[in-house]
């Protein structure tokens, strides 16, 4: 097969279509002062494969951006696609459909490309919407209704709330500098490693869209009368989230086996003044605790059952809140206590 460009073709036609917006931009100024109209927006072949978050001309792609998109896909072994790609999604830049699809192509018949680089691409072009936060808006206007246990208000809240309060990845360029040298040329033993690991090509961080708005809604959440009713009402749901985010750190390797990074994001399980909350996907557990916690004193069989199903859990944060639940429910006898804690 015949060897492709090299990557670095990609920065000469971006740096054309630079040049030729700044030119667009300079007409489009000169035709408002003059009272004309704008003049056409010009054709590219880059940009259209990177268009911006929500962009509404994601439309079908002009031949060249095709043929650029087939070329970029044979490229996915190369460390300087993936750095680009990165500091694209940086931008709020998405990949076209069709680039996403090429891609897929690629990493379906490519059997020498790194573990790391793979794990990177199958998370960009994730056929979910919500593995990657890029895209992801957290929803702003959501209120806490009045009454949180009945009613269709209530019930429209809690699906907002847990659509809002799915963890997702963010990506970024790795930290050992902004815009890494990526030269698959390079000699040195340490490039020649590189991409054996997700760390060595993207610094991975999992969180839930919203920054300090999701710790404001909880809070009122928290704040609200019947809080701990509510909570227990979605306890289901939020173990389902607590367990995606547990699948998530192992998808970035976070979390590899024995590990679990939760003691550093979240040291008590039980709400505790050493845990500063800077991960907000730890709120998760702040509401299955207030919600356990409710559960516990109205109904000790379904106690009993979160318990249990926490402890067997191969997520080892899950468990963690099962050995915190267990020692702080009165439903369970010492002797059982121990038995759960010595055996599993």
Known sequence: MRTPPPIEWFDEFELREIDILAIHEKAEKAARDEGDYPPPYPSLIIEPLF????????????????????????????????S?????????????PFLVQQIRISLSQTTDIKPGLSKLWRLIVSPSEDTLALGRLFPFGLKVPETVTEGHEALAFKVDLLAALRPSISLSQPFKSSRPDFNPSSEGEEEKSRGTRLSEVVNAELTIPGDAQVD?????????????????????????????TGDLFGLI?????GTDISVFHRPSI??????????????????????WQHIDSVDPVASRRFIGEWLSSEIIVLRRLGIAALNHTAEFTWHEKMEHLLNG
Not at 85 to 95: E, G, S, T, Y
Not at 277 to 286: Q, S, V
């Open 216 to 244: 404001h809604l909880v809070k009122r959440i928290l704040a609200h009368k019947d809080s701990a009713v509510f909570a227990a009402s979605i306890l289901n749901e939020l173990t389902v989230l607590l367990r995606r």
């Open 84 to 96: 680009r790609v990165i500091q694209k999604l940086a931008n709020h830049r998405i990949l076209h």
């Open 270 to 291: 039980v709400p505790h003044a050493q845990n500063r909350d800077y991960e907000n996907w730890t709120l998760i557990i702040t509401l299955i605790w207030h919600g």
């Open 253 to 257: 390797e976070k979390a590899p086996a």
């Open 51 to 82: 268009p911006r978050v929500h962009d509404a001309r994601l439309a079908r792609l002009p031949p060249q951006s095709e043929h650029l998109a087939r070329w970029l896909a044979q490229l996915i072994g190369d460390y300087g696609l993936a």
